[in-house]
């Protein structure tokens, strides 16, 4: 039972690039959702989806965009990369409500 | 808006102690309250999930409390070794959207 899979794991973009940070689960869980950690500021919510078509955001969503066209499937889009958004993001997915959150592994990822 | 505090932000001790974490929140009106682990550039472990109708959870050494009313949470660890150094976070659970607010973690080295 594979869990969260976040791809890449480490990444370097240049500022004005875009890509795609990949999250797949195989638990068949409603809830998806995308955290940065960033030292001192613990994490934040950027964006989340409570089911396939229904994404929403959280509480630092600019310059990130998602879509859930599957249950299995939430990415991440930077759509022009800046500095600030050098971090590590998480997804994370549960049943919803009132049950575990389980995290991938991860994707450093540091603009330059 | 809630908020989540844990204090000390880091903690040393020898092995062999039995130690407390401690987690507290601004608003009582939560579904659980989930105490995860995460070690040096990894993803985030649960360990303890308690309902808002629990008092506490039990797993191995590992024991968490909740009084829901006074917004607080421990998570108290028996017999403390050298493989328990890791960073431990409490995030509650709130909202139609099941959204976690995190702390910032307690970073614990423990002492061989």
């Known amino acids: 039972n594979a869990g969260v899979t976040q791809t890449p794991k480490f990444q370097v973009l240049k500022t004005g690039q875009s890509m795609t940070l990949q999250c797949a689960q195989d638990?068949?869980?409603?809830?998806m959702s995308w955290y940065r950690q960033d030292p001192g500021m613990g994490l934040r919510l950027i964006h989340y989806s409570v089911g396939a078509g229904i994404t929403d955001q959280g509480e630092v969503p600019n310059g990130y965009n998602v879509s859930r066209s599957t249950t299995e499937d939430f990415p991440l889009r930077l759509l022009s990369a800046a500095p600030s958004q050098t971090s590590v993001y998480f997804c994370?997915?549960?049943?919803?409500?009132?049950?575990?959150?389980?995290f991938g592994q991860g994707t450093r990822l540091t603009v330059v | 808006k809630q908020e989540v505090t844990q204090i000390p932000a880091a903690l040393s001790v020898p092995e062999g102690e039995n130690l407390v974490l401690n987690c507290s929140f601004t608003d009582s009106a939560i579904y659980n309250l989930q105490w995860f682990r995460q070690d040096p550039g990894k993803g985030l472990t649960s360990l303890l999930l308690?309902?808002?109708?629990?008092r506490e959870q039990t797993s191995g050494r590992l024991n968490a409390s909740l009084d829901k009313s006074s917004g607080r949470s421990t998570l108290y660890i028996a017999a403390s070794q050298p493989g328990d150094s890791a960073t431990y976070l409490c995030?509650?659970?709130?909202?139609?959207?099941?959204?976690?607010?995190f702390g910032k973690g307690i970073t614990l080295s423990v002492r061989p």
């Open positions: 638990m068949n869980h409603e809830y």
């Open positions: 308690i309902q808002s109708s629990q």
């Open positions: 995030a509650v659970q709130t909202g139609a959207n099941s959204k976690l607010t």
């Open positions: 994370a997915s549960s049943r919803l409500r009132n049950t575990e959150a389980f």
